[in-house]
């Protein structure tokens, strides 16, 4: 839909033609047009939008714009609302949302989903209590296929899916049925001899990032959400999940590039918020070069007798960073990805051996051949030659034990990615460098 | 389940209790527990495991194990897992077989399925088409929901998803309907009444990463294919859209580390693939960082009068390297995430100005002040610290901008991160730094 015409139909009061626009469009795709409008445009349009699309298309506003509308509603519009709305976009709203306008919704709440809003508030922000809702479809054992179809017809209104049920026995989850069974097997079969009764679940505080390892190996719509004495609690659905995965792909990239990371998009986040989650990293990496450069400064005599040496710095120096980059980058996402693990320790170092020596004399060939061409000095292409495949092999070594030293004692594997592995390499490329002249050049 | 006890017990041709232990297990941790048997023992209990599960944990295996599995079936076996398979995990196991496999599949199949099979193979390795099953639920527009539902209960436990049902007209695509509409939704209502007429599809040749980004905007379970003429040919679902996911955000953090992505996890490439995949971009960039050693020869007056300018070099290049992979990552992410569009062009770099200036000057301050103290040389410490700005402020706008030229032009902008604008960065922070200190120092 073209912005331009849409506003244009709102200033002129056809009101008839946008609820018509607003009819067939999809709601992901009604937020984003009202995110490009003014607050009294947005106030109007909002209100055209169908009833059964309402709370959805709130739902996928960011919390500037639900701000806007908490405010100006009317207490009957924001009970429809808050009735509409799932529990999990509710609280994901009120976690966003200004301290006046979080208590002005928990008054228009009923005292029940008061108490549920309050308890899913309080799980910490990275744990599957966080992303799950409390709306699922619940069956009994001994109910029929007919009679869980003619409960769902009735319930399953109001649950954000229906494609898994939960059986419950005394609020403990027993088994699973999927929708899939309920609407292929027979009306009179028990819910009892169809469930499937291995379960896969998690606790209230199980990282959301494993929440969503799980999603992706078994390829699950739900999960189910257990707490500490084993009841059912809650629900994370698929959508959920899919969020997490991108986001924790996000967050690594971001961390490996040294800095630290944000939940908001790029233009979300003010200037002066992306400068502080820059210089930390930034401030550590520059102080750890000048050890690099103060061992160059050791090795005066070397470049004052060959200045040329100095050329052949950034080289080694980048290769170096580069190739450490590279074995850190893929354990990372091994790790993070579960396709590696800590007992792996000695097949990778062992693997990244291997693959050093052959990267090692490739680059250590052609370098050399190049330095041998140019300078016509066989002693310098050796020295560049030789220092080039201490480097690769070294630096791959550590780009890969690192990650996993870190994953060991529970450190994020992804900070120890590309800058900080970059400014270690670079001391001891630079050490190679200059023994190896020193040595053979005789200096 | 431990591997020991399973293998002790298949050894002991304890069949009942291995049986019993199958059915109890999810298809996925079957898959996962074969795989670390012998040939032999795989072959014994893969033929133990109970009938309706075997085609999921097939379809969960890798294909090392699936070619040993066809290679032994006998004709009626391989007759019943092709039937059980879904059309695409038997596309996905045929791109990985071996040729006289893939013959002896395609004759196992029925004349229709096998026009179907070599359809789905035609289409290229990352579009739409690809990843595709052609089995999805077809409904009529003058059906009544108990229709629809009696002809689910007929054919749905063939299909990968019944959750979204597709109403085709002439194989035209018209509408969806969701399974939670014929649950909670009157016996005799007509579809036509119910169904979604905003659609939202791909085409066979979308690309599979577009396909995730669908997918993950509208919360999908599955999204229907059409082909040229606008005929509905196949369904992608969720599950897949996952994968695709986590794989192009390996692919991107592969090329990220400058090297050729690899569709198959660590521990399943060789090391002279390994190797093959990073050499090629270590080459080049260490080429093209000989420029940067070239200009440092030619400031080799400056530091032969000063050769405490050398200590400074890897100071230099490293936090300008950093500072450029802070805003490309950033960049390449928003990009991959469509939250940065190339019309964002002079926003992100004006914002990037902004914060380098930020950013250059708390490096600056901190770094001439450890200068001054260290050394008590304030002409030294100016250099430094100017330097350190016009590095920053260089850097990042490197940083940003190349990844957005690369998005332009239709490159992948991944190739432009980190590596690549550390070595480009390193040329500018050299010039940046010998022509301050040779204007201050008067060499």
């Not at 970059?422 to 001391?427: A, G, K, P």
Request: include cysteine.
């Amino acid at each position: 839909m073209d912005k331009d015409i849409f506003v244009k139909l709102l200033q002129q009061r056809q009101y008839k033609a946008v609820r018509s626009i607003l009819d067939v469009m999809n709601e992901v795709d009604i937020a984003l047009l009202l995110s490009e409008l003014e607050d009294k445009e947005l106030a109007i349009a909002f209100r055209l939008i169908p009833k059964d699309k309402a709370a959805e298309v709130f739902s996928n506003m960011d919390s500037t714009m639900q701000s806007y509308l908490v405010q100006i509603f009317t207490e009957k519009e924001l009970k429809e609302l808050l009735d509409a709305l799932y529990m999990d976009d509710t609280v994901d709203m009120l976690e966003e949302l200004p301290a006046n306008l979080v208590s002005r919704i928990l008054d228009s709440v009923s005292a029940a989903d008061r108490v549920k809003i309050n308890e899913l508030l309080n799980y910490p922000a990275d744990s599957a209590g966080s992303i799950m809702t409390t709306e699922y479809v619940d069956l009994r054992k001994n109910m029929t296929v007919a009679q869980s179809m003619a409960h769902i017809k009735e319930t399953g209104i109001h649950k954000e899916t229906i494609y898994t049920c939960y059986v419950t026995e005394r609020r403990k989850l027993i088994g699973t049925v999927s929708a899939k069974e309920l609407m292929t097997e027979d009306d009179n079969m028990r819910i009892e001899e169809l469930m499937e009764t291995e379960l896969i679940s998690v606790r209230t505080h199980t990282d959301k990032e494993d929440v969503a390892r799980i999603f992706r190996k078994y390829d699950l719509i739900a999960l189910p959400v257990l707490d500490e004495g084993d009841l059912l609690v809650g629900i994370v659905t698929f959508d959920d999940a899919m969020d997490v995965m991108v986001e924790e792909a996000t967050e690594d990239i971001t961390k490996m590039a040294a800095m630290s990371p944000s939940e908001k998009p790029y233009f979300a986040t003010s200037v002066f918020e992306q400068a502080r989650h820059r210089i930390p990293w930034l401030l550590v990496l520059m102080f750890a070069s000048i050890v690099t450069g103060t061992i160059l400064t050791k090795y005066e005599n070397a470049f004052s007798a060959i200045p040329l040496l100095v050329a052949f710095i950034p080289m080694l120096m980048d290769t170096g960073g580069n190739c450490g980059s590279q074995s850190s980058t893929l354990v990372i996402r091994g790790l993070a990805l579960n396709e590696i693990q800590f007992k792996d320790f000695f097949r990778v170092v062992f693997k990244e051996f291997r693959i050093s020596l052959i990267v090692g004399a490739v680059l250590a060939i052609a370098n050399g051949i190049r330095v041998l061409v140019q300078y016509q000095n066989i002693a310098l292409a050796v020295v560049i030659a030789l220092s080039l495949v201490g480097t690769v092999v070294i630096s791959k070594l550590i780009g890969c034990m690192l990650p996993m030293f870190a994953s060991r004692i529970h450190l994020d594997p992804a900070i120890m990615a590309s800058p900080l592995i970059t400014t270690l390499v670079d001391t001891f490329s630079i050490l190679i460098y200059f023994n190896i002249a020193t040595l053979l050049f005789n200096l």
